[in-house]
Structure formats: C-alpha cells, structure tokens
C-alpha cells in the first residue's frame, strides 16, 4: 500500500502481535479499528487518534498549566468530530503494516493542515528529547524502531 502523509489509516493486527509493547494503544476500540496519523513520510511514524477528548483535554491543560506548553496532545478536528492525538503514544511502523485508509463515502479522510504542522512540530521536539535521554512517549519507541528497521533490511535482501 502506497500511502500518503497528512492521511489517516488503521494498522493490522499483526504490526502489535509482532512487536508485544504493553505500552502501545490497543488495535481496536469499541470494536472498530483504531484509526492512526501518519505524520512524517520519511520515518513513518504513526500517532494513535481518541475520540476520549475531555481525558486528554484535562491532560492537556495540566501539562500547559505546568510546563507552558503541551509537547505530547494536540487537541484538534477530524472527519467532523473532536480528536485527540496522542503523540504520547507514537510509533514506528513499516507500509507493510498498513490495513487501509479512513475513509468517509469512500474517500478518504486528511488531517487538517495546522493540526498536521502542530503534530509534525512537536514530533520533531519529543523526538529530540527522547534522543536526549527524557521519557516522553510511553511504548519502547528504539526498540520497536529497531524491529522495523531490521525487518526492512530483511526485506531489502530478500527482494535482491
């Protein structure tokens, strides 16, 4: 699957049965895939999507309270409802994967672009301090880096 940035889409089951994070985002909620954000193109990083927004509004506004900014929640607008995204929760993943895009009448669904920049920012902000030695993201985010990364370089080699 060829997919895009600024785009949402759901991850295969087998993407966290593989990599056994008790950290990350469960698949499924209420039953239904849990939509994910693709932020950067380059890294395919992806950030978990709730629709539990007064919880990590209170979160947020703690962290704002306290620090003068919010690195980890961006509170915005998606498919005509209130999100949060949770870079607190972000992941690496491979194309491979992917399930689908989300979709609304069989299209599919962008991230509103200031809401994308704001993700991509503070992406960029956590993961510099992660490199830093700071625990800001909760899953194993070098381990589950590194089983993406060899699991690319196994499939580069198998493909020559």
């Keep these: 699957m060829i997919y895009q940035e600024g785009y949402v889409y759901h991850i295969k089951d087998e993407y966290f049965e ?41 979160i947020y506004d703690k962290q704002v309270q306290k620090y003068g900014k919010c690195l980890t929640i961006v509170i ?13 929760n972000m992941f690496p993943v491979t194309e491979y994967y992917l399930d689908h895009i989300h979709t609304r009448n069989s299209n599919p669904v962008p991230v509103k672009h200031s809401i994308h920049r704001t993700i991509s920012t503070n992406m960029k902000q956590l993961r510099q301090l992660h490199a830093r030695g700071k625990k800001v993201v909760f899953p194993d985010i070098l381990r589950l880096e590194r089983l993406m ?3 690319l370089k196994i499939k580069d080699t ?3």
């Excluded at 999507?49 to 509004?57: A, C, P, W």
């Excluded at 005509?80 to 995204?85: D, L, M, N, P, Y």
């Design 18 to 58: 593989k990599v056994k994070d008790s950290k990350l985002m469960q698949n499924k909620e209420n039953g239904a895939y849990r939509p994910t954000f693709y932020c950067l193109r380059d890294e395919n990083w992806m950030v978990p999507l709730s629709s539990r927004v007064n919880k990590f509004q209170a």
């Design 76 to 88: 915005g607008e998606f498919d005509g409802k209130k999100a949060a995204f949770l870079l607190q």
């Design 149 to 151: 990364l060899t699991e």
């Design 158 to 160: 198998n493909d020559e």
